[in-house]
């Protein structure tokens, strides 16, 4: 039975208990924060988390009321064995570790970064020819690793997802790997952290990571903690003995990584390093009518107007989409005959370029969120399930995630400690929303915009 299916098991033992009305709300609390784990050869092992549940749980009224409910629900007549919830993982079977490190691995890919709908242009033409090569060869790779590197917002992110994308549908028989290297660590130390005899051990990730054909990790630069440093390098040197293609995104050159050791940098140094830069009026243009392909009848923009953009918006890629976005945005609400140069020089008057020293923090973020759905911290960080509140945190997940690229541990510290399976959940229910929910998608683009703003 999974450990799902105890879950199912335990609420109604709970539910009932409640509904019998034979103990004080209080001692209804502690005894609600508790877990059935597995049920085995009669015996009910429920783990508790504080010593003051083990005290009620071990009380001969407490324990005779549970047992008689459990073995209700049962079919048959359990005994209770308590654990502390630390110890629960020591007696996982194998195959629920094993799912769990499957968990912890599994990567996806957001559709909408494809090779066919990067807009290429003289600053990025290196790096789209690279990844989307490496990508056709068989065997051994010429470049090996490809390293990305450039500021933030120009793409870097986009081509990782397009080899991935692309693999998936051209070549869905290769293993494909991809972590934002804040993730990578979370799982390397969730790895470290691992008593069960069984799995989801160090050695146990390891073995599951260098059988990938390919390899792809999103801003290397945060890879700064030193025991993930030594798994890493462990896991480099055997993809490569092995021919895996590696493609690494940094925001500097290799050389200017100092918080890595320089072994693992010249390591980088031997395969292409490329840089990515600032997209030139040109592409800046072709972004933005890439952006409105499609739609062209429905959102009328003057030549003039794409002109201004690619010209004052062009630092970086989300900058120019965010202006474009913060126009139709106000022309669906003022309806305007066409977006001309006075109309977008007026929604845009108090806009002004990101300064690259006005660095965004996930602080920020969360006080835009909270901002703009009047709410305190303490409202997205509590337990509530109201709409209102569940948007809230999806949209902070999703420009976490988006703006910053932050690691779903560190994001879900900023959410009430909330664990790495919470986040991501809430990360792929914020992308659902914006392809679907029109209010939602609108509400992410209103934050982002206060974010952008002095």
Same mark, same amino acid.
């Given at each position: 039975?999974?450990?799902s ?5 335990w ?10 009305n ?34 009620i749980l071990?009380?001969e009224?407490? #324990? +005779?009321m ?7 629900v ?17 007696l ?18 957001n ?7 990067? @807009?290429? *242009? ?14 056709n060869?068989?065997?051994? =790779?010429?470049?090996?690793p490809?390293?990305?590197? *450039?500021n933030?917002?120009l793409?870097?992110?986009h ?10 549908e ?6 494909v ?6 993730d990578? @660590? ?11 005899v069984? $799995?989801?051990?160090v050695?146990? @990730? ?23 440093q030594?798994?890493? /390098? ?8 092995? $021919? ?5 995104t940094?925001?500097? =050159? ?6 890595l ?21 040109e ?10 392909? *499609? +739609?062209e009848? &429905? ?5 003039e ?6 010209q ?9 989409e965010g ?6 945005? !106000?022309?669906?609400l003022e !309806?305007p ?5 006075? /109309? ?6 108090n ?5 690259? +020293?006005?660095?965004?923090?996930? #602080? ?9 759905y ?5 409202d ?10 569940? +948007? ?8 976490s995630?988006?703006l910053? =690229? #932050? ?12 664990? =790495?399976?919470?986040?991501s959940?809430?990360?792929e229910r ?8 029109v209010? /939602?998608?609108? &509400?992410v683009?209103k @934050?982002?915009?206060m974010?952008?703003?002095?």
């Amino acid at each position: 039975m999974s450990l799902s299916s105890y879950e199912v098991i335990w609420k109604q033992v709970l539910d009932q208990v409640e509904q019998s009305n034979f103990f004080t709300e209080d001692t209804l609390r502690w005894i609600k924060n508790t877990t059935l784990f597995k049920i085995e050869n009669s015996i009910a092992y429920i783990s508790y988390r504080s010593m003051v549940t083990k005290t009620i749980l071990n009380k001969e009224e407490t #324990k +005779n009321m549970i047992t008689s409910v459990l073995s209700e629900v049962w079919g048959s007549n359990v005994t209770i064995q308590l654990i502390q919830y630390k110890d629960m993982e020591k007696l996982m079977p194998e195959e629920e570790i094993q799912q769990r490190t499957n968990q912890l691995l599994k990567c996806t890919f957001n559709e909408e970064y494809t090779f066919e709908n990067f @807009v290429e *242009g003289k600053s990025n033409q290196e790096a789209y020819a690279a990844c989307l090569a490496c990508c056709n060869q068989r065997g051994t =790779h010429m470049f090996n690793p490809i390293m990305i590197y *450039g500021n933030s917002g120009l793409g870097k992110t986009h081509l990782l997802h397009a080899i991935g994308n692309y693999l998936k549908e051209e070549r869905p028989e290769c293993n494909v790997f991809y972590a934002y290297s804040g993730d990578l @660590v979370s799982i390397l130390i969730d790895a470290m952290k691992s008593k069960n005899v069984h $799995g989801n051990t160090v050695d146990k @990730v390891k073995s599951l990571l260098v059988q990938n054909d390919y390899f792809l990790i999103d801003d290397i630069q945060n890879l700064t903690r030193e025991s993930s440093q030594e798994i890493f /390098f462990t896991v480099y040197n055997e993809l490569i003995s092995r $021919g895996a293609q590696i493609v690494i995104t940094s925001d500097m =050159h290799p050389n200017e990584l100092n918080g890595l050791p320089t072994r693992l940098v010249s390591r980088f140094n031997a395969g292409l390093s490329i840089n990515i830069g600032k997209p030139e009026f040109e592409t800046s243009k072709a972004i933005l009518k890439k952006k409105i392909e *499609g +739609n062209e009848e &429905a959102c009328q923009i003057e030549e003039e107007v794409l002109d201004y953009l690619a010209q004052k918006f062009s630092n970086d890629v989300r900058n120019l989409e965010g202006s474009l976005n913060r126009l139709i945005f !106000n022309a669906t609400l003022e !309806n305007p005959d066409v977006i001309d140069i006075n /109309f977008a020089q007026r929604i845009l008057m108090n806009e002004v370029i990101v300064n690259e +020293n006005d660095e965004l923090t996930i #602080k920020k973020i969360k006080k835009a969120v909270t901002r703009f759905y009047g709410l305190t911290y303490k409202d997205i960080e509590g337990k509530s399930r109201q709409k209102k509140l569940m +948007n809230a945190r999806h949209v902070f997940v999703y420009l976490s995630r988006e703006l910053l =690229h #932050k690691a779903y541990i560190s994001i879900g510290q900023e959410l009430g400690n909330r664990d =790495h399976t919470t986040i991501s959940s809430s990360y792929e229910r914020a992308c659902q929303l914006i392809k679907n929910d029109v209010n /939602f998608k609108m &509400a992410v683009e209103k @934050v982002q915009e206060m974010l952008e703003k002095k």
